[in-house]
């Protein structure tokens, strides 16, 4: 991975048994108080570095959002000792970018299974880190909106996750204290004492189960469980969000077709030879129908949706800005290729394509060259692409067989031609093949 970036890994389990009984009780019973207030959109910022790419998108998108929430620490255990990480986040510079946009602080917390007493060792440091995340933030003039604790905590432990919660909610003082929640707690009565002791909570609805075989279907984030969970956590009568995903991952499978691996944004592990890969990423029509459905109507005690993550360019496995931006504003989601003839110098002409919409090109374009008057001296395809099928006074540009998909806003130039003399031409985008 990235070394800037971390990613998740925590899979959600199918909401069943309590929790599904719950949310069906309550839709049935038609008790839920809905709202059709604004829905507020938030953002993740996950980097360990604030490069200037991070930087850039930080500061341009600050307007879309209500909120930013930022890694500020990730915590390990090492043998039950804890170690942190901390990304250096120079909070002037940050607010400089984000302008008055309420800035909320994520503490990341690795697997741990215990002791969860008040006065174990672990309990105090971990209070003593929060205290310094919210004071450091705080005295640079930038106090937290909040402060939200992401624990990959064991279903089982719960109710010891909860003795964490009250003694760091104690050293965070009025700054509120957060907690991110997976589906799968839903069932377990220990859930709603657990959130009670908090002054909210998230419920992070994406993941990806572990595949059989390459041609298993799967899914980050699948909207009909979605709706479920959401009743349930309304059910439990607290204040919440829901953490929705833009990224995705590659999976790769072995030579039969079983499971090796997946990979996340950053440098591409090394697989055996013969590994095939199969990429997953969520799903911008899906989940634009899940928000405008909220935007409309939804449970009372939903506040809102946190993006995960903010994009940024140069990511390779995330939304694009323009797709998420359509997502959130409920605009059309289409790509929209543009196909253009430039003309850098006398009797040359270049081909090039353009995504002016707001979703990837999937299929790889074909595309017909003609002209009239002149005679083609020489020409070649780029990126991949070759001429076929060259006559008088045509040739057809072929993409490649490898061809990958041209990301919103995206441009390549692919293919040169030079003629006898300066000649127009025109371009025509062939139907895709069935």
Not at 46 to 57: D, F, I, Y
Not at 349 to 367: F, M
Request: charged residues 20%; aromatic residues 8%; glycine residues 8%.
């Amino acid at each position: 991975m990235d070394p800037g970036l971390m990613a998740r890994s925590r899979v959600p389990r199918p909401l069943h048994g309590v929790a599904l009984a719950l949310a069906l009780a309550m839709v049935s019973a038609g008790t839920a108080a809905t709202s059709r207030s604004p829905l507020r959109q938030q953002a993740y910022i996950w980097q360990r570095s604030w490069t200037p790419e991070v930087e850039r998108s930080a500061r341009d998108h600050a307007g879309s959002f209500s909120r930013y929430i930022l890694l500020a620490a990730e915590v390990t255990f090492r043998n039950g000792t804890p170690e942190v990480v901390r990304p250096a986040l120079d909070y002037s510079r940050i607010r400089g970018l984000s302008g008055p946009l309420p800035l909320g602080l994520a503490l990341r917390i690795g697997p741990f299974r215990g002791p969860f007493a008040a006065t174990d060792p672990r309990t105090t440091w971990l209070a003593t880190l929060a205290r310094s995340l919210v004071g450091e933030a705080s005295a640079q003039g930038v106090p937290p909106a909040e402060l939200q604790i992401d624990f990959d905590c064991a279903e089982s432990r719960l109710a010891g996750y909860e003795v964490w919660v009250r003694e760091l909610r104690k050293g965070v003082g009025p700054t509120p204290l957060t907690l991110t929640t997976l589906p799968s707690w839903l069932k377990h009565p220990e859930f709603a004492s657990l959130v009670r002791a908090a002054d909210g909570f998230i419920l992070q609805v994406h993941s990806v189960a572990r595949p059989t075989r390459i041609d298993t279907p799967f899914t980050l984030c699948d909207p009909a469980a979605v709706a479920a969970w959401v009743d349930a956590a309304a059910a439990v009568g607290r204040p919440f969000r829901v953490a929705l995903p833009t990224y995705g991952y590659t999976m790769a499978f072995s030579r039969q077709g079983g499971f090796l691996g997946l990979s996340a944004e950053g440098p591409s592990p090394t697989w055996p030879e013969g590994t095939a890969l199969r990429q997953v990423m969520a799903d911008p029509v899906e989940l634009s129908r899940l928000v405008a459905g909220w935007k409309t109507s939804r449970p009372d005690l939903l506040q809102g949706v946190i993006w995960y993550r903010l994009p940024v360019p140069g990511d390779t496995l995330n939304w694009r800005w323009e797709t998420l931006d359509a997502v959130m504003r409920g605009r059309p989601l289409a790509s929209d290729l543009e196909v253009a003839a430039l003309r850098p110098a006398q009797e040359l002409v270049e081909v090039e394509i353009t995504n002016r919409g707001v979703l990837p090109v999937e299929a790889p374009p074909r595309i017909l060259v003609r002209w009239s008057g002149s005679r083609l001296t020489a020409g070649d395809g780029l990126a991949g692409f070759s001429l076929a099928d060259e006559s008088a006074g045509s040739v057809r540009l072929t993409p490649p067989p490898d061809w990958h998909p041209l990301e919103p806003g995206g441009r390549r130039r692919i293919a040169w031609a030079r003629f006898n003399q300066n000649t127009e031409v025109t371009l025509e985008l062939l139907p895709s093949p069935r």
